[in-house]
């Protein structure tokens, strides 16, 4: 991936280097991942519905933004959709005429979408009808965001869905490269902040530079973190018209998560939309 959704694979020794250490990890259930994906399509979408024929042009620097993670021309992400289409049927179907320009844009990290006039067409096409479309999504999704989010769950020694579906969503916006405002800044920037235990009544304690930090405190200080980087982004590419700063309500949705107790996800779990109102997500797993 490319600009600020980059994607990288988190590795031991950059677990290490961001102050983590390796805890007992509970991964989340088929049904709290569904409840995760979920609660981040009411921030991409408005809504809990799958969005595989989503497209349009947000005018944010990334080009068309397309599909159930907001894949970008201009990122990279939704090149690799294609290239897994292809993987999956053997060609790239009625994108095969805009192959080449789409290759390039993701190369040079381009916003720019003349030559695809017929983008948003196809996309919206295949995404209301075609499996293996739908299905190369499913797996870009989570090879780029949902895979690495809980690898850095993992190194943190996460045991909390509410903690686990932050990070995941945080990988869907900010991405998880190596930029300042990626997801593993972001962790840095958190870690930062525990020089002496904090306890807390999570059930769940982390080792955060050698201290002993609540689960449910380390992600409301993650919660700020992001925050503050949503309105004061880092990397001019995210400094434009001032979006990121409009979207500070997944933050705020999680902070009303947890203020509700929230913290593991059997069934359902109460949410705020982008409107700031209550909704009930609910698992379908």
């Known amino acids: 991936m490319l600009l600020t959704k980059a994607i990288t694979v988190i590795s031991p020794m950059l677990i290490v280097a961001l102050g983590l250490s390796f805890l007992t990890h509970a991964a989340m259930s088929e049904c709290a991942k569904d409840i995760a994906i979920k609660i981040t399509g009411i ?6 519905k799958v969005h595989y024929d989503y497209c349009e042009d947000l005018h944010d620097g990334r080009g068309f933004t397309s599909g159930i993670a907001g894949f970008c021309t201009g990122t990279g992400d939704a090149w690799d959709v294609l290239q897994e289409y ?3 049927t053997g060609s790239y179907g009625n994108f095969s ?22 983008y948003c067409k196809v996309w919206k096409s295949l995404g209301r009808s075609d499996k293996n479309f739908q299905r190369a999504q499913d797996n870009i999704r989570d090879h780029l965001y949902y895979d690495p989010a809980e690898q850095a769950s993992s190194g943190l020694g996460l045991r909390l869905d509410a903690t686990q579906g932050q990070l995941f969503d945080t990988a869907i916006q900010h991405g998880t490269g190596d930029d ?20 807390g009544n999570s059930g769940s304690t982390l080792n955060i530079n050698g201290h002993k930090v609540d689960e ?7 919660i700020e973190v992001r925050t503050d980087d949503l309105k004061h982004p880092k990397e001019e590419e995210n400094q434009g018209g001032n979006y990121w700063a409009s979207t500070t309500y997944r933050t705020k949705s999680y902070s009303y998560i947890v203020d509700q ?25």
Request: aromatic share 8%.
């Open 97 to 118: 005429s805009m192959s080449d320009t789409l290759r390039k844009y993701a190369s040079n990290e381009s916003s720019s979408t003349r030559g695809l006039n017929n």
């Open 216 to 222: 449910i405190v380390w992600l409301k200080k993650f």
């Open 261 to 285: 107790g929230e913290y593991t996800w059997k069934n359902s779990v109460k949410v705020l939309d982008n409107d700031g109102h209550p909704a009930t997500v609910s698992c379908s797993k």
């Open 86 to 88: 292809k993987r999956l």
């Open 180 to 199: 300042a405002d990626g997801l593993k800044a972001l962790i840095k920037d958190t870690n930062k902040s525990f020089r002496s235990d904090q306890a």
């Open 43 to 48: 921030y991409e979408n408005g809504d809990t």
